[in-house]
């Protein structure tokens, strides 16, 4: 079945950069609409980013637009998310999953941790 596994995360200074990976496998990744979640503590997890399988078409929270950048690799079968300027409030866990009619598909990975702190 579909396996998802985030890597890429870390702990960063505010200002910084991560580049977070997901590899999927399992399934055609190809004809998928993907998404980048985050989940915070005491928060619920929050879609960031989507980016579209027939044109790799983009959509970004506001609370991410013009410092988050999603992208994929259909040959890798790898989703990314490249961070910049990063702040403290996007300390969370990040996941990745597939997504139909605003719904996320699979059963979650393990995410990847990034904490942004001096």
């Known amino acids: 079945q579909e396996q998802l596994v985030e890597s890429g995360g870390g702990l960063v200074q505010p200002g910084g950069s991560l580049k977070l990976s997901c590899l999927v496998s399992?399934?055609?990744?190809?004809?998928?609409?993907m998404g980048w979640y985050r989940q915070a503590p005491g928060h619920q997890r929050e879609l960031v980013a989507t980016?579209?399988?027939?044109?790799?078409?983009?959509d970004y929270d506001d609370s991410v637009k013009g410092r988050f950048t999603a992208s994929r690799d259909n040959y890798k079968s790898t989703l990314y998310l490249q961070m910049s300027s990063l702040k403290p409030e996007d300390t969370a866990v990040y996941y990745c999953?597939?997504?139909?009619?605003?719904?996320?598909?699979?059963?979650w990975g393990q995410g990847t941790q990034v904490t942004v702190s001096s």
């Open positions: 980016i579209t399988a027939l044109n790799g078409a983009t």
């Open positions: 999953n597939g997504i139909f009619k605003g719904r996320a598909l699979w059963t």
């Open positions: 399992g399934t055609d990744f190809t004809v998928r609409t």
